[in-house]
């Protein structure tokens, strides 16, 4: 009966992906807005050792992606430029994603908590599983392909951390250890962003009770900080060959700091409401210039709501929400210096959304615990919530169906905010 329900599970997030998302099938490549450049060019249609061996060694327009680059060139050997063939790839890799958070935290939930909690930890599981798959802000990482290092870096993100949980729930064996080390290594070659394993294999190390005393635990890490260290230079050295926004330049650490501010309340806001969503988000002002008053109002708004709300986050699974939502979303909020064109991205989020979805879902199941007379409202309302952000979601797969929907769904939001 638990496996029944665990496949039933399964089959529903793979479903809603597809509900959503099966439009993108129809879709072309975006040509104006980075396809032209990182899907079509010559490390994809060239089938040799020796284009094998530059792209694992060479940065590509200041980026370095060989996994994502690997990818793209073993699908042009097989079927050309068929946009569908692509697209499809990333939609399994999304489903594969929404797969995984929702077995990883029924295994972490089933060690946290009793088994006579096996309807919680099902329901919590598949509600994080199901906003992840279906929220509108992840539209942009399935539905462009040139974001697809999103998803496949997060895809060997999540299976090192099962491998890790296979690693602490089985004897420690060193097959599980060498496979987090090689799927860490394959995650960093999709993107940057998997530097934060080390942080994340630490945050499961406390869900675990693991005693951060013992030298064992800290000699266990030793190679994956080793890695770490070695990918913190590729990324410094990939980045290093593209000129910062003007002329080398970048904005004033108070600027940057605002900036942070800004774009961690943006985020959360989004993901509660996910509207006027754009393909980009620029930067207020140009460096040099002053910043817009208006933006001074996030680090006291931030203020203000951690003052008030200090003992509700300081609560055990919303303080573990939150830390899974800054580990995956920090390097994102312009504390480093990094050559980006927008303040804040509907991609950067992709892997981050799982810790507000938890802490969502878990609160919602503890009111329908203890308020049974309302539960028939509270399903109620779950459903309608999720059919709602489906339905937003899947409106705006279409607007990237080509570069002219795409500059279309552009110029319409801007035209109704002028209005």
Request: with cysteine.
């Amino acid at each position: 009966m638990k496996n029944k329900k665990f496949w039933c599970c399964n089959a529903l997030v793979s479903l809603a992906c597809i509900a959503v998302y099966f439009p993108i099938l129809g879709h072309d490549f975006l040509t104006a807005w980075d396809d032209g450049w990182q899907v079509f060019n010559e490390y994809t249609e060239t089938w040799s050792l020796a284009n094998f061996w530059y792209i694992l060694t060479e940065y590509y327009h200041g980026q370095f992606s060989p996994s994502n680059q690997i990818l793209y060139t073993i699908l042009h050997r097989f079927v050309g430029y068929h946009p569908a063939c692509f697209h499809l790839m990333s939609l399994i890799l999304h489903i594969g994603n929404s797969l995984l958070i929702f077995i990883i935290l029924r295994r972490i939930l089933i060690f946290r908590l009793t088994a006579e909690a096996e309807h919680k930890i099902l329901s919590v599981s598949l509600g994080v599983a199901l906003l992840f798959a279906i929220h509108p802000l992840q539209v942009e990482s399935v539905a462009w392909i040139s974001a697809s290092k999103i998803l496949v870096y997060t895809f060997f993100y999540l299976l090192a951390l099962w491998f890790y949980l296979c690693f602490l729930e089985k004897g420690k064996k060193g097959i599980f250890y060498f496979a987090v080390l090689l799927c860490y290594v394959v995650s960093f070659g999709g993107k940057e962003q998997a530097i934060m394993l080390p942080l994340c294999l630490l945050l499961i190390d406390y869900v675990y009770r693991r005693n951060f005393r013992e030298s064992a635990l800290w000699y266990e890490k030793m190679p994956i900080m080793v890695l770490t260290v070695v990918f913190v230079y590729t990324t410094m050295e990939s980045t290093g060959h593209v000129q910062t926004l003007v002329s080398g330049q970048t904005y004033p650490l108070l600027h940057r700091f605002v900036f942070t501010c800004y774009a961690f309340f943006e985020y959360i806001v989004k993901t509660f409401f996910p509207f006027n969503l754009l393909y980009l988000y620029p930067f207020p002002m140009l460096i040099g210039e002053p910043l817009p008053t208006r933006f001074w109002i996030y680090p006291a708004l931030l203020l203000v709501i951690g003052a008030g709300f200090w003992k509700f986050f300081w609560q055990r699974y919303v303080l573990l929400g939150l830390l899974w939502f800054v580990i995956h979303i920090s390097m994102m909020l312009h504390i480093l210096p990094l050559p980006r064109l927008s303040i804040v991205a509907d991609r950067y989020i992709y892997l981050a959304f799982p810790g507000l979805f938890f802490i969502m879902a878990w609160y919602i199941y503890s009111v329908w615990e203890m308020r049974a007379q309302y539960r028939r409202w509270i399903f109620a309302g779950c459903i309608a919530f999720l059919l709602l952000l489906g339905a937003i979601a899947h409106h705006r797969a279409n607007v990237w169906h080509d570069n002219a929907s795409l500059k279309r769904g552009v110029q319409e939001m801007l035209f109704q905010r002028r209005e």
